[in-house]
């Protein structure tokens, strides 16, 4: 039987509670070796065994904990065993650099949820209830030590009795900054598209779910920062919001009043629920029940988004509405989402019909995170709220002695900050494709080092000259003496990344698919095997078979000039008597085409997994134009049949870097079309090929670990099936978990790619 490491960190009132004893106990049971400790971050523990008796033991960890146990955060990671011999209680951890935590913004607790909905409680129906063990952190903390005076609270004075729980050692509200009630708390108003006040307190609440029943879009002020909200079973409204929102199809996501409504939406499985109810109350991704009216809301989309209400105002509003909502981000596509009332009627005027807003300010924008089940474990695709900015800690003694800035990519940016040997992540900052896109990345990038108190010595970027992240590394720079930039190589990052999350070191084999990156030689790459070696350098020894982009960033929103791309490698100037294999272009287009392709104007070269997969769906007739990024990619995933498809041939040349050469497949793609096999059919094989060319990969370079990172790692069938695969070949895959394998994930791979560089 597989074994497997399971490192825990319990958060919250889990000291002083029988935790502990409670962890020993559990552990012997299942046969399971490690240790359990007090730390400053609450309770860490390792345990290791049988893989089953692992999982067995984190869900049990959760269900059956002390009774006095209140857990805020709960972070697990899967890691390789080392052989631990018993299972013990260890001293508590006092030693090292002391680092202050900032706990993320955790869901309501059970405690506080009762209390607004007891009529007899001085809090009921108030939105903005909270206490030690739940409600607003990240998002309102202005610096360290977090004390109510460095918090968007300062404004707000305690009444008496609120004062008197926070003073009382015994009370759950002890120290609770946000701590307030009706009576000295923040309120909420209703206003109109001209910020006029036209309700109050409950009534405002009231007035809003009338709203929302009326089929109008309110905007709401959430926790960490505006969301959208409509009717999720009202099909006109939610036409219109896409319409306002400029959101032709991208998949939204809904809020359930309850688990029981969740499964009417969704199938879910026991994790998949876990994950629902957890502290952090992401947003799951979940395959949606054929009967459940969902198509307006995730066009051509299998599965469904669904998140449980995490605050006393989205509990109070779900709960009188007694149905789910569309609860979207506020913001226009391509921005970030607003945190400012007034700020919200300038650029959501056109969107909203009504604001729900309140008068706590918000101190940094923070999403919605999303998380799927991948490979039997969840895997983060966005990370932000109830999960940033919790650090991952690297072995790295380089990074003692100086900071380290993350500065991220162009598209999912995130900022990342090193503090001895914890590297802090930001939340989901986005595309910065627009300038206030751009201005929320400057503020994070400046806000990070500055609550930590840290002044970076190194600022880590991509190695793309264009990218608003590296020029802003370059300004950087220029202001800060004795600061120096490290760029770091797109795909490298992506290993990296994933490499320190599941602790493991060089040499490793890791393979980096996604859509776009800056290559060493200049051209676009995305389909790479890079050689991670010990002296914290890197090697590509494989890539895909490169073709062309006809008119480079345009082909990203035209799959089908990736296709005719794809296909010009194939064919060259013989294409042209082949137009059966192109008929997606007017004879005016085509003719400017070919000539960008003949004459190599403007048409970049890729080895990009994404771009291939682009091609393939656009050949298949799935998507000539997308309206969203990955939009082709996933509906190719969603077009697969079952495994007994086999896989297509491809070859793998032997000149250095190899090259997986898939024009195999393609010519029995086109063979296939022919004949009139299923797209389901052809996709299954296109996977299932480029599964087997990560094996041949895998086999020649002898590497047990394989590293597996990018945005193609969100595909459910390739991950999983590329996991299986390597597990059958006694080779060890390491995928992401923690940390979105997309480039949510590059900050932290800058960071230890440039310490891992530096200790050799």
Known sequence: MKRERARVIVRGAVQGVGFRPFVFRLATELQLQGWVLNSREGVSLEAEGEAENVRRFLRRLE?????????????????????????????????????????????????????IFEPSDRRFRYPFTNCTNCGPRFSIIEALPYDRAHTSMRGFTMCEECAREYHNPRDRRFHAQPNACPRCGPQLALWNLGGEVSSTGNDALEAAVDAIRAGQIVALKGL??????????????????????????????????????????????????RLLRAPERPIVLLARQR????????????????MLPYTPLHHLLVRALDAAVVATSGNLSDEPICIDENEALLRLRDLADVFLVHNRPIVRHVDDSIVRIMAGREMLLRRA???????????????????????????????????????FVSQHLGDLATEQAFAAFRKSAADLPRLYDVVPQIIACDRHPDYLSTKHAQELAARGAQVSVQPVQHHWAHVAACMAENEISAPALGVAWDGTGYGDDGSIWGGEFLLAREDGTYERVAHLRPFRLPGGERAVREPRRSALGLLYEIF???????????????????????????????????????????????????????????????????????DEAGS?????????????????????????????????????????????????????FAQKKIVLSGGCFQNRYLTEKTIDRLRMEDLSPYWHQRIPPNDGGISLGQIAAVAAHSQT
């Open 385 to 423: 709220r109830g999960y940033a900015p919790l650090p991952i800690k690297l072995p790295s003694p380089s990074l003692h002695s100086s900071s380290i800035l993350g500065l991220g990519a162009h598209l999912k940016n995130t900022v990342a900050v090193s503090v001895a040997q914890n590297i």
């Open 648 to 700: 297509y041939p491809f070859a793998i040349t032997e000149a250095s870097p190899r090259q997986i050469d898939w024009e195999p497949a393609i010519r029995a793609l086109l063979g296939d079309r022919k004949v009139g096999v299923s797209p389901s059919i052809i996709s299954a094989r296109v996977h299932r090929m480029l599964v087997e060319s990560i094996l041949g990969v895998a086999r020649i």
């Open 291 to 306: 009967s459940a009216p969902a198509s307006v809301l995730a066009p051509g989309n299998p599965n469904l988004g669904v």
């Open 224 to 273: 960490g920062g505006f969301q959208l909200l409509v009717d999720a079973n009202n099909e006109t409204s939610v036409e219109l919001l896409r319409q306002r929102k400029r959101r032709e199809e991208k998949p939204f996501a809904i809020m359930v009043p309850s688990l029981a409504a969740a499964h009417d939406w969704c199938e879910i499985t026991e994790l998949e629920e």
């Open 63 to 115: 269900n059956e904990r002390p009774p006095r146990a209140v857990i805020q955060s709960f972070e697990s990671s899967l890691l390789d065993a080392v052989g631990y011999k018993n299972f013990e209680i260890r001293e508590s951890a006092e030693s090292g650099a002391k680092t202050t935590l900032i706990l993320p913004d955790i869901a309501t607790c059970d405690d506080c949820l009762a209390e």
């Open 572 to 642: 060259g100037e013989q294409l042209w008597d082949q137009p059966e294999y192109f008929p997606w272009f007017s004879a005016e287009e085509l003719s400017l085409l070919r000539q960008m392709l003949r004459k190599n104007l403007q048409c970049p070269v890729t080895s990009s997994c994404g771009r291939f997969f682009d091609a393939v769906a656009a050949m298949l007739g799935l998507h000539e134009r997308v309206s969203f990024e990955g939009q082709a990619a996933m509906s190719l995933e969603f077009a697969l049949a079952a």
